[in-house]
């Protein structure tokens, strides 16, 4: 991919801005008191953080937990703490220079990597959409026993509907999702403190990053594409221009600031609950010998032995999880169709599109594999995201430290060397992983077909002329 020689510095107004309807709809109120001031920025590091807690965090924690106890715990700790300086950066990248992530390919890509890079992004947006809307399926099967695929035709429709909502102001929609947030947190809350886990287990957990064998590494895989989502980072950097706050250095420096804080709030909340489903599986099914392979197991196996309140519960948690999960996968949908494609259509139609890409795989997957394959899915589907995640990381961190981009708000030395630290452990894992499942022949090959692919595009690609 090579960068074109555009003359941005500290931002751009070349780009229609995407969520075009709500962008910078949410006023600042000026001279008011530092928390106020907070409040009125918090929102987006939460519509981020359900991202952390979907039904694809869920599958790859139960199955984590009830197979290798608390083992795991240090890799939902690292994958949080990648998850924060890259959404971090994300909100540096969209207040700074007036772009979210999607435009910045657009502006700076040569047009085969843009395309390139979209399909990728699309990939790994029907991979996160197909765990979301299994997820909800599951849940309100558990609860009201509807069929799964009644189920995805339901969850397609409501989440359109719950968008909608924000054609009453954004701060709606935001509240929408802070409460299906805090029913996950209180429901987690409740089971665990009906399972009663081994603490000195929770803390070995934590602080000693070992993989108990190689089968732990496909799991730990899928934690890390769970926790950090690809389309999250898209995601971020178009939510972050709902405020309205001054077109100032000072005032975007506040507004880093302040965003900054929202998302580490946001992920660390996030992480507990990732935390507590990971506790529950190994306090409750890894105690007992109980392997949890489908999210239909995990409710029967509690109720004997935490009782019918822990099975509701989860059944609860999980229909929230699906549900506000769904809604911001179809705005990050939204928003990649735009920032890549630079469609004008109307927002109904474009949540319609990118809801029917999660759907239609979602549909043909169950009728394939079966409904008792439901969360072998969605753990397939979280390495996938893993997968496609230095694709958008390392443009990333390209573009927040480019000055010309960014101006003043560039990253500095420290902040450059450890997201780069972040973007190659990543890649590394994930080579690692494609190694032992493919073969080094095969990963040569691909490795090779990216390289002549990027050769291309620098030195062979001709633009057409203006029109």
């Known amino acids: 991919m090579t960068l074109r020689n555009l003359p941005l510095s500290g931002g751009s107004s070349a780009a229609r801005p995407s969520l075009p309807e709500v962008h910078r709809s949410v006023g600042i109120p000026q001279g008011a008191g530092w928390l106020r001031r907070f409040l009125s920025f918090a929102g987006p590091g939460y519509l981020v953080s359900v991202g952390y807690m979907d039904p694809g965090n869920w599958a790859t924690d139960l199955e984590g937990g009830s197979r290798f106890g608390y083992a795991l715990l240090w890799v939902i700790l690292a994958s949080n703490l990648m998850a924060i300086l890259l959404q971090t950066l994300c909100a540096r990248l969209g207040l700074a220079s007036g772009l979210d992530l999607a435009q910045a390919c657009r502006e700076r890509f040569k047009k085969p ?10 990939v790994a947006i029907i991979a996160c959409d197909l765990a979301e809307v299994i997820g909800s399926a599951v849940a309100l099967n558990l609860l009201f026993g509807i069929p799964l695929v009644w189920g995805v035709l339901i969850t397609s429709a409501d989440v359109l509907a719950l968008l909608a909502l924000s054609q009453f102001g954004f701060r709606k929609l935001e509240a929408l999702i802070l409460v ?3 029913t996950i947190a209180a429901c987690f809350a409740l089971e665990v403190f009906l399972s009663k886990p081994d603490w000195h287990g929770v803390a070995l957990g934590l602080t000693h990053p070992l993989l108990p064998n190689r089968d732990a590494l496909y799991v730990a895989l899928g934690i890390l594409g769970a926790t950090v ?15 309205a706050h001054a077109d100032t250095p000072q005032g975007v420096r506040q507004a880093i600031r302040n965003n900054t804080a929202d998302t580490v709030i946001a992920l660390m909340a996030a992480f507990f609950v990732n935390a507590a489903i990971l506790v529950l599986a190994a306090a409750v099914f890894h105690k007992h010998g109980q392997i949890v392979t489908e999210f239909q197991q995990a409710p029967d196996l509690l109720r004997p032995l935490l009782g019918g309140a822990a099975a509701t519960a989860f059944g609860v948690a999980l229909l929230a999880s699906g549900q506000s999960s769904t809604i911001t996968g179809t ?14 259509i109307a927002p109904w139609l474009r949540r319609i599109i990118t809801r029917g890409l999660a759907i239609v795989p979602a549909l043909i997957m169950l009728k394939v594999a079966g409904d008792r394959s439901a969360m072998s899915l969605v753990v397939w589907s979280q390495v996938i995201l893993s997968l496609q995640l230095s694709f958008a990381t390392f443009p990333l961190l390209l573009f927040t430290s480019d000055r010309r981009l960014m101006g003043q708000f560039a990253n500095p030395g420290w902040l450059k060397a450890a997201g780069y630290g972040v973007c ?5 894992l994930n080579l690692y992983y494609l190694v032992q499942q493919i073969g080094a022949l095969w990963l040569g090959l691909l490795i090779a077909t990216a390289l002549g692919f990027a050769a291309w595009v620098h030195w062979g690609y001709r633009p057409p002329p203006a029109s």
């Open 113 to 122: 990597a843009v395309i390139a890079l979209w399909l990728l992004c699309e």
């Open 180 to 182: 299906l947030v805090s």
């Open 424 to 428: 190659v452990a990543i890649a590394a």
């Open 229 to 243: 989502m690809p389309h999250n980072l898209y995601l971020h950097s178009a939510l972050v221009q709902t405020r």
């Open 331 to 344: 705005l990050a949908g939204q928003i990649v169709m735009e920032g890549f494609l630079h469609l004008r």
